[in-house]
């Protein structure tokens, strides 16, 4: 089986949308290769997923349950890649303050409330 977020996105796009041309539309894809990829998705779980009718597309109960669990997936793939992105920004906010023994800095302010440091000539 093999089941990747591409299949869930044109799933889900599919089943929202009620029709493949629709669903097609919204992925930029043709149809043809929308219904490939449904078509796909169907033999490799091995259920109907979709009930075709000339009216349009109807989801089959497994459709209904496998269309709750994508949408559940995709949300917390897409979360996990922000969670990531945001540890990359926190662990870029890192401030160094650097002296060199050569120069020592004149610091000109205390540090901290309890300090009874004076400042530096």
């Not at 977020?5 to 929308?34: K, P, Q």
């Not at 917390?76 to 650097?98: S, T």
Request: hydrophobic letters at 40%; aromatic letters at 8%; a positive charge.
């Amino acid at each position: 089986m093999n089941i990747n977020n591409l299949n869930f996105t044109s799933f889900i796009r599919t089943a929202e949308a009620g029709s493949f041309n629709r669903a097609a539309e919204e992925l930029f894809i043709t149809s043809a290769a929308l219904i490939k990829q449904i078509n796909q998705l169907e033999n490799d779980i091995g259920v109907r997923l979709f009930d075709r009718t000339h009216r349009g597309l109807t989801l089959t109960k497994a459709g209904v349950s496998l269309y709750k669990d994508a949408k559940y997936i995709t949300g917390f793939c897409e979360e996990a890649v922000l969670r990531a992105r945001n540890a990359m920004l926190e662990a870029d906010k890192v401030v160094r303050i650097g002296t060199s023994p050569i120069c020592p800095p004149r610091c000109s302010w205390t540090c901290g409330p309890a300090s009874t440091n004076t400042a530096m000539t």
